[in-house]
């Protein structure tokens, strides 16, 4: 007599479709209805009505029912009713007679006990453990398991109190099968398996000297299916010293019991779930910041404790902007698994390492010195920098940023440390990227002070606390003031006159430089209206725009607005661009888009520092521009080296035939002038002629000149 055969004539089961119609009965069924099978559910139990039976699916089969079988010339047989859904969409329906009370109320305290367990978190293997336990002292001469299956179809521990535990382990790994023993066959079979001697039954062939061994008889095990899909999660078995039946008790226990582990392990698949929403990165499988938090700063505390030191190091990957702009974020996600799968290969063991956001990454190391951190960091740099090859076989080279801490000494709280390293990352990149940088004190001063200057621009900018000076251009040849360029500058109140060269780069940086310019333009536009208005003889003012300035979209309306309402003609303004404008071919477009507008208007346009690294003659033809401006660097030496002189003679030639004019700036000495003047340069600008003025004392050097 098979197993399966056994089981059939002590379990009354029923094959039905999901509409409710019979398909067949076992012997025991059709015993308990005096060999008569109905042709629907609702005819073989009356209680099972299509109300409920409809309820019953829509909640996946997940409980068993209490009803009644009726039974001709008796009374009706009270069952417990369990379905399962076999391969094709068929239910099977396993009846066992109903308990009397006591035992009824013995399970019934059974399952509120372990269903308290999982509404309260506990971990899936202390709730099967208390569940094995429960169930071993209501029927003391059990011994409980539970074996979890993974997807591969292997089987591992997860409860088995009273089980040898060198039997335990030696089940660790075993795969499902036809012959597998109890819990092995019924995971293959997913159905029930009950063998009452291990030391004959052919399904324990592989294994029975084992459990032999460690004095087990016999073995009833039930598989848990966790969804519609037959998928199986684990299996609950009832262990026995000797051989023999199951008695009908202990099938109602499995029954219920394996309803319980079923619950259990949906609950504890919805918590991994969550659990790795709430702490996985979801693009490369990295634990994310909140996981990195709990994990550094348990590691920080240990390592505090034991007064032991480690680093923070904190990556980034430099040129990933550009990745996902030009070549679209799903390239963009994959360098970013790529480069996550070989950093946790390079850093196999450390928990700490997680993606930050972005393109950022950190890992925090123990018992490393600042040497030790540095050494690691640059050995991640150059591992990042080896060619990446992604899925279509397009190979990307990219570098790697890393700045690091080390505690105690930089820091004691996990706060502070990825700070620190946050400033030290900075001054990698300012490095030239592709390197590493510790943190020092001097990077946290200057971190420190741009921030305060940034703060004090936007309360300046807000204020309009700044103010312009002007800078005369004069002829070389007679003398004459042609004008005159504004020039940016920041009085503060503590600091006293800020230098442009140290808080232009800042507004670039934060944004403000727009809004800077913008101010500037209509101060210096307004002041020469006034100028204008007073009888003052000056022609026109050069206004420095950024490369920002010049790409927003409003720069022409602001011209237009000013001109009118300041009542000046066009040709009494010009605007000073730098050649680095011309860097980026996008911003050549919309640069000569812009300018074109405001040539338009006849707004003068000028070529500020010109010959200072970006020169492209190309850009002479494309842009229309109205000036050139010598860069002082030129100028410098001019009357003393052959080659400046050449130059500036060709540039003079270019520009005449280009038909602009042409600026020198820096012209100090009365030589340099008189070289510029025998070349045939027009204007020129410079200490030696006129150094920057307020406009109250341009008012007053004009005057004075008559």
């Not at 009833?220 to 000797?242: K, N, Q």
């Not at 510029?676 to 003025?693: H, I, S, V, W």
Request: glycine share 8%; aromatic share 4%; proline share 5%.
């Amino acid at each position: 007599m098979s197993a399966r055969d056994s089981l059939h004539r002590e379990v009354a089961v029923a094959w039905a479709t999901p509409d409710g119609r019979l398909l067949s009965c076992n012997p025991t069924l059709l015993g308990w209805l005096d060999d008569m099978c109905p042709q629907r559910l609702e005819q073989m139990l009356p209680g099972l009505t299509p109300a409920r039976w409809s309820a019953w699916r829509t909640s996946g089969f997940a409980e068993v029912l209490s009803l009644e079988l009726p039974s001709q010339g008796s009374e009706p047989i009270a069952v417990q009713v369990q379905a399962d859904l076999e391969p094709g969409g068929l239910l099977m329906l396993s009846l066992l007679a109903s308990l009397p009370a006591t035992e009824r109320l013995a399970i019934d305290a059974l399952q509120r006990a372990v269903l308290a367990a999982v509404a309260g978190g506990d971990e899936l293997a202390a709730v099967m453990d208390l569940l094995c336990r429960e169930v071993e002292s209501l029927a003391p001469e059990v011994l409980c398991s539970v074996l979890r299956v993974d997807e591969g179809g292997r089987v591992h521990p997860l409860a088995g109190p009273s089980l040898p535990p060198a039997y335990s382990q030696a089940l660790d790994g075993l795969p499902i099968g036809p012959v597998a023993g109890s819990c092995g066959t019924a995971a293959w079979r997913r159905e029930p398996v009950d063998v009452r001697s291990i030391a004959t039954d052919p399904l324990w062939a592989p294994y029975k000297d084992l459990a032999l061994g460690f004095g087990l008889a016999a073995c009833w095990s039930t598989p848990v299916l966790t969804d519609p899909e037959r998928r199986i999660g684990a299996t609950f078995a009832l262990y026995y010293r000797e051989e023999g039946p199951v008695a009908d008790y202990h099938r109602h226990l499995v029954q219920a019991c394996a309803q319980l582990v079923r619950v259990a392990l949906l609950h504890d698949e919805r918590a991994q779930r969550i659990e790795q929403l709430a702490y996985v990165d979801a693009i490369t499988g990295l634990p994310n910041r909140a996981r990195f938090t709990q994990r550094a700063e348990a590691l920080l505390r240990a390592q505090l404790d034991t007064q032991a030191g480690g680093a923070l190091l904190l990556m980034d990957l430099d040129r990933f902007k550009a990745v996902n702009e030009l070549q679209g974020h799903a390239v963009g996600n994959e360098v970013l698994r790529r480069t996550g799968a070989r950093l946790a290969q390079a850093l196999q063991g450390q928990a700490t390492l997680s993606r930050l956001g972005d393109d950022e990454f950190v890992v925090m190391l123990a018992g490393v010195d600042r040497d030790g951190a540095e050494r690691e960091a640059l050995r991640l740099c150059a591992l990042v920098a080896e060619p990446l090859v992604l899925e279509r076989g397009q190979q990307l080279r990219l570098g790697l940023s890393v700045g690091f801490s080390v505690f105690p000494h930089d820091g004691q709280t996990l706060e502070s440390l990825l700070k620190h390293a946050d400033i030290a990352l900075n001054a990698a990149k300012l490095s030239g990227r592709n390197t590493a940088r510790g943190f020092s004190a001097a990077q946290a001063q200057a971190l420190e002070e741009k921030a305060w200057m940034e703060r004090e621009l936007r309360e300046a900018l807000a204020a309009g606390a700044f103010a312009l000076q002007f800078q005369p251009k004069l002829s070389l040849a007679d003398g004459r003031v042609l004008g005159a360029e504004v020039l940016l500058r920041w009085p503060h109140a503590q600091r006293g006159l800020i230098p442009p060269d140290r808080f232009i780069p800042v507004a670039e940086e934060c944004g403000m430089v727009v809004a800077l310019d913008a101010w500037v333009l209509e101060a210096a536009m307004l002041q020469l209206a006034r100028w204008r208005a007073e009888g003052l003889p000056l022609a026109s003012l050069a206004v420095n725009l950024s490369p920002p300035r010049l790409l927003h979209g409003d720069l022409v309306e602001q011209v237009q607005r000013l001109l009118a309402l300041t009542g000046l003609e066009a040709g009494s303004l010009t605007l000073e661009v730098t050649e680095r404008l011309m860097l980026d071919e996008r911003q050549d477009r919309r640069a000569v888009e812009q300018l074109s507008s405001l040539r338009a208007l006849g707004v003068g346009v000028s070529i500020d520092d010109f010959g200072t690294g970006y020169s492209c003659l190309g850009y002479l033809r494309r842009l229309p521009i109205s000036e050139l401006k010598i860069d002082r660097s030129f100028i410098r030496e001019l009357a003393e080296r052959t080659e400046d002189r050449a130059l500036v003679g060709a540039l003079v030639t270019m520009a005449k035939g280009c038909q602009l004019d042409l600026v020198a700036e820096g012209v100090e000495t009365e030589a340099q002038a008189q070289v510029l003047r025998e070349l045939g340069c027009d204007a020129a600008q410079g200490f030696g002629l006129a150094r920057p003025m307020t406009a109250a004392a341009l008012v007053d050097w004009l005057r004075a000149r008559g």
